[in-house]
């Protein structure tokens, strides 16, 4: 036996190279491995005669290698492995383009496997199918085969080849479900869900097992985030009373009135901070709703009240820009504003280069804004009370968690204090869905716009109006305006069965070519940059600084990328292959422009023609009410999709798109007997150390 904590280094048959690469995809040990899932199967169980097959369709066939030779192609400077297999019925012809090792393994007689896809020429063959010499157990094709997340130098055969060989060991992965929700439930028990997700005997069983491994993130995701509600009706907080002059005050040195929301929202936030509990509240509202005021106000009342606010944004480039609209906002009323990012220290516009600095400024600022870098160890708070997080989904559950925690303080020997957290997001999470997977915050909403905002004009472009399109860009960057392009969403079910490409290079090839295109043969005539997650955070920084100054007319970006700054000059967004996205990511990708004064435009560009794509952007051509879209994006899409997975704090992909609103509500509501029923989880060892595990997880993110 095998303990499944054993290092992936201790395991005969894993050299270090794959050791390194299995690293890359977070796998360090026996049990990492086996919770590695796959994102999807090929069906490759039935067996077909090679008489019957049929161009364009993927098949597997059974046979004899009656011939097999490599071909160098000088021309191409490529080798072509080239077999010939024949079974009862007929014989068919095998390329693989340079793997001329196979030669090595596969010999003449040889009993083979071939899976893939059918293609015709003169005649028909495969090309670059699966493989795998019939000695014992199947594991590539003939059955149904996993297709594993993988990286660089690491494929989903490999993956199959170690995980198959170890899997007897998943016998000892203990049950950790309280077996009154597993009956509840209809889930099958762990270890067997492990064996059916990796090698499943028929498609219903791999759903089975899928089912029970989403079933059991979400319960534990629930268990952590009602256990922390009722920890944190516990806790300790301080009180910052309402101070109405000083409210009255900032509000009449503003240019101009607040909606009704954003009053409603700040008086919610100001009775929260009054009490002795932490709040925690997520303050909701479209993009350019005007979160920033009500932060900024309730950071106003906690910092005259003699207290510290921190307010932690995702990037760099938010955070700067939050320091400084507030530096501007709260300029009259005296106080001291930080910014620390993994690049930057500043107080007041001296910019502290040594990292020891973060502390300085931690102690002696009153309001300090910045990045991750904020909760980052070493950096401490004198009396720090009320943190504000921005776009929070950006951050997951356990970021959140980790950042009310980590920095509660304990002033002057008092008993220990947990700061009001505030969280602020723009997507428009429906309320029953927040409510239900953040279960432990109350909601305030913004959901109207300050009057005078202009309407964004949506279109949809058919490939024939393309060309118009770019006439109409044109104009307006003559016209001094600018314009951003994201480049389609590259989709995982798009990479073909067998390669070790990955999403990210995938999307930044199609960013790059959209580059070269715009700015070589559409636009000559104007200044293009091209953005993407592999850029280095200083050259991001000039670039949207160029951007943000006019220097740049078209700004080509991924649509991974952060374009959440504000420009007020830009009118134009742009996005290729716009069936590809969320309705919900669209409109915050339109909510980039239509900030200043001049009429701004979305131009969705699509080459589908499919109905449900056609109807769901016209959607966004005549709604720009961010919550309407989001409510049909769910509808539609389910949870998963909608937000992105890894952002809500939800089950990784392989297993994202499983998850439903229902399922979440079960969770929900199986996590809540439990707990209720025994809240310190005595009689559920195993669970109780599940969850410490997780708490501990989170604790060193
Ligand atoms: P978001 O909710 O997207 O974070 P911001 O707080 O950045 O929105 O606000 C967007 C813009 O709207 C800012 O320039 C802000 O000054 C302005 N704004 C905020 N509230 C109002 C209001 N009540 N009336 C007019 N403009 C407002
Ligand atoms: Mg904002």
């Known amino acids: 036996m095998i303990p499944l904590s054993s290092p992936i280094s201790s395991l005969p048959r894993v050299s270090p190279a794959y050791q390194k690469r299995l690293a890359k995809l977070g796998i360090k040990t026996l049990r990492d491995l086996f919770f590695h899932f796959p994102r999807r199967y090929n069906n490759f169980s039935k067996i077909t005669k090679i008489r019957d097959l049929r161009a364009g369709t993927i098949a597997t066939i059974q046979g004899q290698i009656i011939k097999i030779d490599n071909i160098r192609t000088w021309k191409k400077r490529m080798t072509i492995t080239q077999a010939y297999v024949q079974d009862a019925t007929a014989s068919i012809r095998i390329v693989w383009f340079n793997q001329p090792y196979l030669t090595k393994s596969l010999k003449i007689n040889d009993l083979i496997n071939i899976s893939g896809k059918v293609n015709l020429d003169k005649d028909l063959y495969f090309s670059n199918p699966a493989y795998e010499k019939i000695t014992g157990q199947l594991r590539h094709t003939g059955r149904i085969v996993p297709v594993y997340p993988e990286t660089t130098g690491l494929s989903s055969r490999y993956l199959r080849y170690i995980i198959q060989l170890y899997l007897p060991e998943a016998k000892q992965i203990k049950e950790w479900l309280p077996e009154s929700v597993k009956r509840?439930?209809?889930?099958?028990?762990?270890?067997?869900?492990?064996?059916?997700?990796?090698?499943?005997?028929?498609?219903?069983?791999?759903?089975?097992?899928?089912?029970?491994?989403?079933?059991?993130?979400?319960?534990?995701?629930?268990?952590?985030?009602?256990?922390?509600?009722?920890?944190?009706l516990k806790e300790q907080a301080q009180p910052v009373p309402f101070?109405?002059?000083?409210?009255?005050?900032?509000?009449?040195?503003?240019?101009?009135?607040?909606?009704?929301?954003?009053?409603?929202?700040?008086?919610?936030?100001?009775?929260?901070?009054?009490?002795?509990?932490?709040?925690?509240?997520?303050?909701?509202?479209?993009?350019?709703?005007?979160?920033?005021?009500?932060?900024?106000?309730?950071?106003?009342?906690?910092?005259?009240a003699g207290n510290q606010t921190v307010f932690m944004a995702p990037?760099?480039?938010?955070?700067?820009?939050?320091?400084?609209?507030?530096k501007k906002l709260l300029n009259d009323f005296n106080i001291k504003i930080g910014l620390i990012t993994s690049s930057e220290k500043t107080t007041n516009g001296q910019t502290e280069k040594k990292e020891s600095k973060s502390s300085f400024i931690a102690h002696n600022s009153d309001l300090i804004i910045g990045t991750q870098a904020l909760i980052q160890k070493g950096v401490s708070f004198k009396k720090l009370t009320l943190a504000i997080v921005?776009?929070?989904?950006?951050?997951?559950?356990?970021?959140?968690?980790?950042?009310?925690?980590?920095?509660?303080?304990?002033?002057?020997?008092?008993?220990?204090?947990?700061?009001?957290?505030?969280?602020?997001?723009?997507?428009?999470?429906?309320?029953?869905?927040?409510?239900?997977?953040?279960?432990?915050?109350?909601?305030?909403?913004?959901?109207?716009?300050?009057?005078?905002?202009?309407?964004?004009?949506t279109r949809?472009?058919?490939?024939?109006?393309?060309?118009?399109?770019?006439?109409?860009?044109?104009?307006?960057?003559?016209?001094?305006r600018q314009v951003f392009v994201v480049c389609p969403r590259i989709e995982i079910s798009e990479r073909s069965l067998e390669t070790n490409s990955l999403l990210p290079a995938a999307e930044i090839k199609a960013a790059k070519e959209e580059y070269e295109k715009l700015s070589?043969?559409?636009?000559?005539?104007?200044?293009?940059?091209?953005?993407?997650?592999k850029i280095k955070s200083k050259e991001k920084e000039k670039i949207m600084s160029d951007f943000s100054n006019g220097k740049i007319d078209i700004l080509v970006a991924t649509s991974v990328i952060e374009v959440g700054i504000d420009i007020p000059n830009a009118t134009i967004m742009m996005v290729e292959g716009a069936e590809r996205f969320g309705l919900a990511q669209l409109h915050q990708l339109r909510g980039r422009v239509g900030r200043g004064e001049h009429q701004s435009y979305c131009l969705l560009f699509t080459d589908s023609n499919s109905e449900p794509a056609q109807k769901r952007l016209k959607i966004m051509a005549t709604c720009s009410d961010g919550f309407r879209l989001a409510e049909y994006d769910l509808r539609l899409r389910g949870p998963g999709e909608f937000f992105g997975t890894s952002q809500s704090g939800l089950p990784d992909m392989p297993l994202g798109p499983l998850i439903n609103l229902i399922m979440v509500k079960q969770a929900r509501d199986e996590a809540a007997k439990i707990l209720k029923q025994d809240p310190e989880l005595k009689d559920y060892s195993l669970l109780k150390e599940k969850l410490k595990k997780f708490q501990e997880n989170i604790h060193m993110e």
């Open 184 to 232: 509840s439930q209809r889930l099958i028990s762990l270890d067997t869900a492990i064996l059916q997700v990796h090698f499943p005997s028929s498609l219903k069983n791999a759903n089975q097992a899928r089912q029970r491994l989403a079933f059991e993130e979400l319960f534990l995701l629930q268990v952590f985030a009602l256990d922390q509600k009722f920890q944190r």
């Open 243 to 304: 101070n109405k002059s000083l409210i009255t005050d900032f509000i009449a040195k503003l240019s101009f009135q607040l909606t009704p929301a954003q009053k409603g929202a700040a008086w919610e936030i100001f009775q929260d901070l009054a009490k002795d509990r932490p709040m925690n509240r997520l303050l909701e509202g479209d993009v350019g709703s005007g979160k920033t005021i009500v932060a900024a106000m309730a950071a106003l009342e906690n910092i005259k």
């Open 315 to 326: 990037t760099e480039i938010l955070a700067k820009q939050h320091f400084n609209t507030l």
């Open 390 to 457: 921005d776009e929070q989904h950006r951050f997951g559950v356990a970021q959140r968690a980790a950042l009310q925690k980590n920095i509660a303080v304990s002033p002057d020997g008092l008993p220990q204090k947990i700061p009001h957290l505030l969280s602020m997001t723009a997507t428009p999470i429906p309320r029953s869905l927040a409510l239900t997977l953040y279960g432990d915050l109350d909601l305030s909403l913004l959901n109207e716009m300050p009057k005078g905002r202009q309407k964004i004009i």
């Open 460 to 480: 949809l472009v058919p490939p024939e109006k393309r060309t118009a399109a770019y006439n109409f860009i044109r104009q307006q960057i003559l016209s001094g």
């Open 520 to 533: 070589t043969k559409i636009f000559p005539e104007a200044k293009v940059a091209l953005l993407h997650g």
